[in-house]
Nanobody
Framework: QVQLVESGGGLVQAGGSLRLSCAAS????????MGWYRQAPGKQRELVAA???????NYADSVKGRFTISRDNAKNTVYLQMNSLKPEDTAVYYC?????????WGQGTQVTVSS
């Protein structure tokens, strides 16, 4: 069983930065793909950024050039560095781990960007 614990959310002004962290338990982190998703009120959950076990990354068009996903396999942790934040980035951000056909989710962390 894998547990994912997100941290780093909060309230920030537009143009500011936040770094989200997601710590994973268990032994499959280094061989798993990791992703950050977000869900705003009244909207569907969407992929923000993902990183494979080999380090390949992909981003939603809306965050390209502003957000960076990274991972530290020694710490079983994935990060999301968010710069130049906009009010439309306001959402609950969720960490996701995928390994073969199994997926796990964290409990989410709120990010609020004020204008």
């Amino acid at each position: 069983q894998v547990q994912l614990v997100e941290s780093g959310g909060g309230l920030v002004q537009a143009g500011g930065s936040l770094r989200l962290s997601c710590a994973a338990s268990g032994s499959i982190f280094s061989i798993s793909s990791m992703g950050w998703y977000r869900q705003a009120p009244g909207k569907q959950r969407e992929l923000v950024a993902a990183i494979t076990s080999g380090g390949s990354t992909n981003y939603a068009d809306s965050v390209k050039g502003r957000f960076t996903i990274s991972r530290d396999n020694a710490k079983n942790t994935v990060y999301l560095q968010m710069n130049s934040l906009k009010p439309e980035d306001t959402a609950v951000y969720y960490c996701n781990l995928r390994w073969q056909v199994v997926a796990y989710w964290g409990q989410g962390t709120q990010v609020t960007v004020s204008s």
